[in-house]
């Protein structure tokens, strides 16, 4: 089994929009919610998230259903998904996967690793260190203000504590 002994279960807290750029992100949250993790992602993996949250069912399988159901025809399971590392603003994740009783570890994107994990009902686990070293962005003070990326995370975790669960649009 991998090692997650640095490793932090969290889950999906919801989805809002980053209010400067519009963009989507995914907020993960511990057990406790005491540590939020916000993670910028696309409108169309934001909509693959949205869609299983909601339990919207599409008239075809989308790609991360087919996934799921590719992995359940060959007879493998995910084990969890686990964001792996930050580098240059760029999050890591891999897929924990069991074959014929064999571990296997995938490369991917967050995103996808979650949006596979809440179609699977599979843990998402999320290294310490990432959430130590994230540099995130946060709302400007200034509309004027366009370099956010320098924000320390202590204001961005200030940011968080004002937010409501009103804030989110998908809630779990």
């Known amino acids: 089994m991998t090692n997650l ?3 932090i279960l969290m889950s999906v807290g919801g989805l809002t929009l ?3 750029t519009k963009t989507p992100i995914v907020i993960l949250k511990d057990r406790e919610n005491k540590l939020n993790l916000p993670i910028w992602i696309g409108l169309l993996e934001a909509t693959a998230m949205a869609t ?3 339990g919207i069912k599409m008239a075809r399988p989308m790609t991360h259903d087919l996934l799921r159901n590719v992995l359940a025809e060959l007879g493998a399971t995910v084990d969890c998904v686990e964001i792996t590392d930050l580098k ?13 009783g064999d571990q296997r570890t995938i490369d991917s994107r967050p995103s996808d690793a979650i949006s596979l994990a809440l179609r699977t009902k599979s843990p998402i686990y999320v290294n310490r260190r990432v959430i130590e070293t994230s540099t995130v962005l946060q709302q400007a003070e200034d509309a004027n203000e366009t370099d956010l990326s320098n924000v320390s995370r202590d204001k961005w975790a200030e940011i968080l504590e004002k937010m409501s669960p009103a804030d989110f649009k998908y809630k779990m």
């Open 88 to 100: 240059d603003n760029t999050y890591f994740a891999l897929i924990h996967i069991r074959v014929n």
């Open 5 to 7: 002994d640095d490793s």
């Open 18 to 20: 980053d209010p400067v």
């Open 52 to 54: 299983e949250l909601e």
